[in-house]
């Protein structure tokens, strides 16, 4: 019964969407639009789910020394003082259980948790983010080897694509006539993003889409319960 | 295949000579020539073409992790529509992208002293859901949201008179750095709504994006990451921080294709030594 039941619940909401896209008139067009209500509200609370699984987990970690367990105090620690932060004094227009905290933002300049969001969270932020052009520097500089007739035509798709996104390629072949533009890189690599890539992205979707579908069709059915737990 | 092993160039050259060629460009602006693309012109002219006083969404779908890319974007078409008398509706999937817009509001708002908040221009803040919230939106979106990110009600905001679903929009722009975002925009809003979208994306992420600016114009035009965002700077006359970001991006891009070359040489260098049996 235990495993019955939501899988009952699954099989009647997913053939009632189903149908609802196809005939958006009563009663189910009703029940979808009621339905959307509902995902909204477990959304929400999905949040609120989330941040206390990432409490759990990283106290778990800290309490058991697993690992690194040094750096799961540093995200617990960071984690209340943003939350205790938007509790006590709020956020920007909205403010917390304290009021506005005008002291602290004569003082900051800022409510508390807008100060750590835009003088720490952002930068850190960005940083994860930028570090990135540099293992993908790394990455292109050690796999961008003409090595098999693939490998060469990818090269010279990435470095064609890398230049014409560039100001580089406006001044290596802004020059050419009129008569060859055609090969004025921007337009080289416009044309490279837009059909070889655009054909191979579709392929990946159309592929990507029946794999959903059919995915769908077996939770719907009951044949993949993976999702209720346990084996 | 045979099997060469290559004495590799200590990758920490490549990082020195990347940040050199990233930090001097962005402290000594060199202005290289930006040259505008098909897509960039298509968003352009959808927002230059659309009557003032008409009504648009710009979804902030990103968090600050992206916001060097998508910030000077959204930042230049936000100041296109105020220049154009476009009332802006602010929403985001992403919990962070109600910051990213009050950001840009505040900053530009001093250059725009006659836009008013809630006459014309509305940040009605996060909510989850994704794809089941823009439908949600299409369909009813006073019970979406019922109120803006400061918990005023939207029957008190003049903006929001007569905002019933996606009928009374001109367009829907979404600058997005992954899932939600512009891709659920697509799929509900010009899909099943019938609303013009355009937007937004990372570089990393446009090759995946470029297939929906078709025949079909399920996206009309899409701004690929710093490039786009410069060329929008320059068609709307408003050079920003993408427009200097460029010199630096081009340098970046030209360092990495120097390394491809050297890498290829030591490849083939270290081939035709095997082969003679060195």
Not at chain 2, 74 to 90: G, L, Q, S
Not at chain 2, 133 to 147: A, D, L, N, Y
Not at chain 2, 188 to 213: C, E, M, Q, W
């Given at each position: 019964?235990?495993?019955?039941?939501?899988?009952?619940?699954?099989?009647?909401?997913?053939?009632?969407?189903?149908?609802?896209?196809?005939?958006?008139?009563?009663?189910?067009?009703?029940?979808?639009?009621?339905?959307?209500?509902?995902?909204?509200?477990?959304?929400?609370?999905?949040?609120?789910?989330?941040?206390?699984?990432?409490?759990?987990?990283?106290?778990?970690?800290?309490?058991?020394?697993?690992?690194?367990?040094?750096?799961?105090?540093?995200?617990?620690?960071?984690?209340?003082?943003?939350?205790?932060?938007?509790?006590?004094?709020?956020?920007?227009?909205?403010?917390?259980?304290?009021?506005?905290?005008?002291?602290?933002?004569?003082?900051?300049?800022?409510?508390?948790?807008?100060?750590?969001?835009?003088?720490?969270?952002?930068?850190?932020?960005?940083?994860?983010?930028?570090?990135?052009?540099?293992?993908i520097a790394s990455a292109a500089y050690r796999a961008f080897i003409a090595r098999t007739t693939e490998s060469n035509l990818l090269l010279a798709a990435a470095i064609l694509v890398m230049l014409?996104?560039?100001?580089m390629?406006?001044?290596l072949?802004?020059?050419?006539?009129?008569?060859?533009?055609?090969?004025?890189l921007?337009?080289?690599?416009?044309?490279?993003?837009?059909?070889?890539?655009?054909?191979?992205?579709?392929?990946?979707?159309?592929?990507?889409?029946?794999?959903?579908?059919?995915?769908?069709?077996?939770?719907?059915?009951?044949?993949?319960?993976?999702?209720?737990?346990?084996? | 295949m045979a099997t060469v092993k290559r004495k590799q160039l200590d990758r920490?050259w490549l990082f020195?000579f990347l940040?050199?060629?990233?930090?001097?460009?962005?402290?000594?602006?060199?202005?290289?020539?930006?040259?505008?693309?098909?897509?960039?012109?298509?968003?352009?002219?959808?927002?230059?073409?659309?009557?003032?006083?008409?009504?648009?969404?710009?979804?902030?779908?990103?968090?600050?992790?992206?916001?060097?890319?998508?910030?000077?974007?959204?930042?230049?078409?936000?100041?296109?529509?105020?220049?154009?008398?476009?009332?802006?509706?602010?929403?985001?999937?992403?919990?962070?992208?109600?910051?990213?817009?009050?950001?840009?509001?505040?900053?530009?708002?001093?250059?725009?002293?006659?836009?008013?908040?809630?006459?014309?221009?509305?940040?009605?803040?996060?909510?989850?859901?994704?794809?089941?919230?823009?439908?949600?939106?299409?369909?009813?979106?006073?019970?979406?949201?019922?109120?803006?990110?400061?918990?005023?009600?939207?029957?008190?905001?003049?903006?929001?008179?007569?905002?019933?679903?996606?009928?009374?929009?001109?367009?829907?722009?979404?600058?997005?750095?992954?899932?939600?975002?512009?891709?659920?925009?697509?799929?509900?809003?010009?899909?099943?709504?019938?609303?013009?979208?355009?937007?937004?994306?990372?570089?990393?992420?446009?090759?995946?994006?470029?297939?929906?600016?078709?025949?079909?114009?399920?996206?009309?035009?899409?701004?690929?990451?710093?490039?786009?965002?410069?060329?929008?700077?320059?068609?709307?006359?408003?050079?920003?921080?993408?427009?200097?970001?460029?010199?630096?991006?081009?340098?970046a891009h030209l360092i990495i294709i120097i390394f491809i070359v050297i890498g290829n040489i030591n490849f083939w260098r270290d081939k035709k030594a095997e082969k003679r049996?060195e």
């Amino acid at each position: 019964m235990k495993r019955k039941i939501p899988l009952i619940i699954t099989f009647v909401v997913g053939v009632v969407l189903i149908f609802a896209e196809f005939i958006p008139h009563k009663p189910f067009g009703l029940i979808s639009g009621e339905l959307e209500k509902w995902y909204l509200i477990i959304a929400g609370f999905a949040i609120i789910l989330g941040q206390l699984n990432l409490f759990k987990v990283n106290l778990f970690k800290i309490r058991y020394k697993q690992k690194n367990w040094q750096y799961f105090i540093l995200t617990l620690v960071s984690f209340s003082i943003m939350v205790l932060c938007g509790i006590f004094w709020g956020t920007q227009n909205n403010p917390g259980v304290f009021g506005n905290g005008v002291a602290i933002v004569t003082a900051m300049g800022d409510k508390p948790f807008d100060y750590l969001f835009l003088n720490v969270y952002q930068h850190l932020s960005a940083t994860m983010f930028s570090l990135l052009a540099f293992f993908i520097a790394s990455a292109a500089y050690r796999a961008f080897i003409a090595r098999t007739t693939e490998s060469n035509l990818l090269l010279a798709a990435a470095i064609l694509v890398m230049l014409g996104n560039t100001s580089m390629g406006s001044i290596l072949t802004g020059w050419l006539p009129e008569s060859l533009k055609f090969l004025h890189l921007p337009r080289i690599s416009e044309f490279i993003m837009k059909y070889p890539n655009t054909a191979g992205q579709r392929a990946i979707m159309i592929g990507a889409g029946l794999g959903i579908i059919g995915s769908s069709l077996r939770i719907i059915l009951g044949i993949e319960r993976s999702y209720l737990g346990g084996k | 295949m045979a099997t060469v092993k290559r004495k590799q160039l200590d990758r920490r050259w490549l990082f020195l000579f990347l940040f050199v060629g990233v930090a001097l460009p962005l402290i000594f602006v060199i202005g290289l020539p930006i040259e505008t693309s098909e897509n960039a012109r298509m968003v352009y002219d959808l927002v230059e073409t659309t009557p003032p006083g008409s009504k648009v969404i710009l979804s902030f779908d990103y968090d600050p992790g992206s916001k060097p890319e998508l910030h000077p974007m959204a930042t230049a078409v936000m100041k296109h529509c105020f220049d154009r008398d476009i009332k802006v509706i602010v929403t985001a999937l992403w919990p962070m992208g109600v910051q990213m817009a009050e950001e840009i509001f505040s900053d530009i708002h001093d250059e725009y002293p006659n836009v008013k908040y809630g006459r014309d221009y509305v940040n009605l803040g996060f909510k989850a859901g994704g794809i089941v919230t823009i439908q949600s939106m299409g369909k009813q979106f006073r019970e979406v949201f019922p109120e803006d990110m400061n918990g005023t009600s939207i029957d008190e905001l003049p903006i929001m008179d007569g905002m019933k679903n996606f009928d009374n929009l001109s367009f829907v722009c979404s600058f997005s750095a992954g899932d939600p975002g512009i891709k659920q925009w697509v799929q509900v809003t010009h899909d099943k709504f019938n609303r013009p979208v355009t937007g937004g994306v990372t570089g990393v992420s446009a090759p995946a994006i470029l297939p929906y600016v078709n025949a079909q114009q399920q996206l009309i035009g899409l701004l690929a990451g710093l490039k786009a965002a410069a060329e929008y700077e320059l068609l709307s006359k408003s050079p920003g921080t993408a427009t200097s970001g460029m010199d630096a991006q081009s340098i970046a891009h030209l360092i990495i294709i120097i390394f491809i070359v050297i890498g290829n040489i030591n490849f083939w260098r270290d081939k035709k030594a095997e082969k003679r049996g060195e």
